[in-house]
C-alpha cells in the first residue's frame, strides 16, 4: 500500500492514462508507459513489493520506448501525398493581379493555374510583371520579380 491507496489501483489508473495520453497525441510515446503499468500491474498481483513493481515498469516502458517505437513508428509512418505542385517551383509566371503583400492582393497564371501570390521580399509587383515562384506555403506561391533579360 502506498498512502492507503492499493498498487493495483495505482497501476490501473497508470494503464488509463497511459491509454488516454496516447489516444490524444498519437504519438507513440504514453503508450509504451500504460505496457509498462500493465507488467507491473502483473508484479503487484503476483504479490511483488513495491520497489519490485517500479522497477519492472521503469524497465519495461524503457525498453520498449528505446527499442520497440522506432521500429513502429517506422512500419505506421504516414506517407506524404505527391500533389506535383511543387514541379512549378523555379518556373516563370504573370502577375494577373498585381502583388501587394500588405494588403493581401496578388495572383499570377502558370500552366494555366492562377495561384494567389506573395513577394519574397515585400516589394510591390504589377500585373502583367514576370515573376519567378520560389516556393509554396500552403496554397499562396512566394514570388520574386524578374528582369525582362532573364525570363525562362
Known amino acids: 500500500m502506498i498512502f ?3 498498487s ?7 494503464i488509463i492514462i497511459g491509454v488516454a495520453v496516447e489516444a490524444f497525441s498519437l504519438d507513440l510515446s504514453a503508450i509504451w508507459f500504460a505496457v509498462g503499468g500493465v507488467a507491473a500491474l502483473i508484479a503487484a498481483s503476483i504479490g511483488l513489493e513495491m520497489s519490485a513493481q517500479l522497477v519492472i515498469f521503469v524497465l519495461f516502458s524503457a525498453v520498449l520506448l528505446l527499442l520497440v517505437r522506432p521500429f513502429c513508428r517506422r512500419f505506421l509512418k504516414t506517407k506524404k501525398e505527391a500533389t506535383n505542385a511543387d514541379r512549378i517551383i523555379g518556373q516563370s509566371a504573370i502577375v494577373t493581379e498585381g502583388i501587394d503583400n500588405i494588403r493581401e492582393t496578388g495572383a499570377v497564371r502558370i500552366s494555366g493555374n492562377i495561384w494567389t501570390a506573395r513577394s519574397a521580399d515585400d516589394s510591390l509587383v504589377p500585373q502583367g510583371a514576370m515573376v519567378e515562384i520560389l516556393e509554396i506555403r500552403g496554397v499562396k506561391v512566394i514570388v520574386k520579380r524578374l528582369d525582362k533579360d532573364s525570363v525562362k
Do not use: C, E, R
Open 4 to 6: 492507503g491507496v492499493d
Open 8 to 14: 493495483l489501483y495505482i497501476w490501473v489508473a497508470v
